[in-house]
């Protein structure tokens, strides 16, 4: 949020001094809730853990004792507890009926009012509308988006016009290496099918 805004400021033609008194919130030893562990969520809590942060994360299924201990993450039972407890949650769940509009009205009343929510899963993982009324009556203190529904958003959307919210246009893995990754990893997969091979990246359904 102060990245971008701060941004504007330095280089605005109207900027002749920098406030003293313009202040972010700091991230060492705040309280990341992580919804949803997988390898992606994992990979996060790893990178949080370099800042000291307290880890929550919330789960279908439990990480091993020494899986958490290594990253120092606490296991949520319940969603509501991360929520109420954690200063940024971020999401990190595969979009499937259960977890569609996981993020609603109700969730983010429980969370603090000077909490940040941050979408790196999938745009319809939120009630978009509950997040525009939870950001307008600061009801949570701001929000980031890599993903939204529908991407991009319509230009009118009201997300659009609101200034504690970032949007990014679904960069999380746009990097030459990450996309050359995946490119390879596809091409592995191929050749294992037209070779009588085991697939490397077997997707199985539920």
């Not at 995946?182 to 085991?198: D, F, K, R, S």
Request: charged share 20%.
């Amino acid at each position: 949020m102060y990245l971008h805004s701060g941004c504007q400021i330095a280089v605005s033609p109207d900027t002749k001094c920098f406030a003293v008194d313009w202040l972010g919130v700091e991230v060492t030893r705040a309280t990341l809730g992580i919804v949803g562990m997988g390898s992606i969520g994992y990979k996060v809590a790893q990178r949080a853990r370099a800042f000291n942060m307290r880890i929550l994360y919330h789960n279908r299924n439990r990480r091993r004792k020494e899986e958490e201990e290594a990253v120092g993450a606490h296991y949520c039972e319940k969603m509501e507890d991360l929520l109420q407890q954690s200063d940024f949650v971020m999401l990190v769940v595969n979009l499937t009926p259960k977890t569609h509009k996981l993020i609603g009205k109700k969730e983010l009343g429980l969370m603090k009012p000077t909490a940040t929510l941050i979408n790196i899963s999938r745009g319809a993982v939120i009630d978009q509308d509950a997040l525009v009324e939870a950001l307008q009556n600061k009801v949570i203190r701001a929000a980031a988006l890599d993903v939204t529904y529908p991407e991009p958003l319509p230009r009118d959307h009201p997300l659009l016009k609101l200034n504690n919210i970032i949007i990014t246009p679904h960069i999380g893995t746009a990097t030459v290496q990450a996309i050359r990754m995946m490119a390879e990893e596809a091409i592995a997969n191929m050749l294992a099918v037209l070779n009588g091979q085991p697939i490397p990246s077997e997707v199985f359904p539920k």
